[in-house]
T-cell receptor, first 118, second 111 residues
Framework: GAVVSQHPSRVICKSGTSVKIECRSLDFQATTMFWYRQFPKKSLMLMATSNEGSKATYEQGVEKDKFLINHASLTLSTLTVTSAHPEDSSFYIC??????????????FGDGTRLSIL | DAKTTQPPSMDCAEGRAANLPCNHSTISGNEYVYWYRQIHSQGPQYIIHGLKNNETNEMASLIITEDRKSSTLILPHATLRDTAVYYCIVTDSGGYQKVTFGTGTKLQVIP
């Protein structure tokens, strides 16, 4: 079945570091991918929609200069947390859907990236 | 997207059927019902989806009421590995298909 790979699975780094997270669709193409953030014991919160070949669309309250999204190909989207601080520590998850599939195909999610900023 | 309402938690004995309800009274005609689950510290896993007919796959069954205002996810023989948070989501089937998560139901399967 459809697989979405997310890398790295865990990152621990110092405050002020920029961190890049990759999201790949392994066996399908996706013109749109989604990025979520999840705090402990909370539900997933949609951060932004990544659009292949164009700018990402950010949800209200999400800083686009803080969370840079690049969707350079039909199988790869990246989220860069710039100058990360402890409050950016969270579980980040991406999702994608087969663009060429039937319209009601579900989203498939990566296994998430746990980011810890010291 | 239409809003959904789910009970915050449920228990189920191992080997018994787990029936997870979801209300989506404002669902519109072109919106599908999707179910996902999230096991601790993993990404959500797709389970099943439907429009108006009942659906069954190797993981679960989905029962949608005739007026489409509610649905039930059925895990026929719950195992300990089915312990997870289950999310019922209603969304348009179009290409954008933005998925907004509610709070879900925490299902605890008890030995």
């Amino acid at each position: 079945g459809a697989v979405v790979s997310q890398h790295p699975s865990r990152v621990i780094c110092k405050s002020g570091t920029s961190v890049k997270i990759e999201c790949r669709s392994l066996d399908f193409q996706a013109t749109t991918m989604f990025w979520y953030r999840q705090f402990p014991k909370k539900s997933l919160m949609l951060m932004a929609t990544s659009n292949e070949g164009s700018k990402a669309t950010y949800e209200q309250g999400v800083e686009k200069d803080k969370f840079l999204i690049n969707h350079a190909s039909l199988t790869l989207s990246t989220l860069t947390v710039t100058s990360a601080h402890p409050e950016d520590s969270s579980f980040y998850i991406c999702s994608a859907r087969d663009t060429k599939g039937i319209r009601n195909q579900p989203q498939h999610f990566g296994d998430g990236t746990r980011l810890s900023i010291l | 997207d239409a809003k959904t309402t789910q009970p915050p938690s449920m228990d189920c004995a191992e080997g018994r059927a787990a029936n997870l309800p979801c209300n989506h009274s404002t669902i519109s005609g072109n919106e599908y019902v999707y179910w996902y689950r999230q096991i601790h510290s993993q990404g959500p896993q797709y389970i099943i989806h439907g429009l108006k007919n009942n659906e069954t796959n190797e993981m679960a069954s989905l029962i949608i009421t005739e007026d489409r205002k509610s649905s039930t996810l059925i895990l026929p023989h719950a195992t300990l590995r089915d312990t997870a948070v289950y999310y019922c989501i209603v969304t348009d089937s179009g290409g954008y298909q933005k998925v907004t998560f509610g709070t879900g139901t925490k299902l605890q399967v008890i030995p």
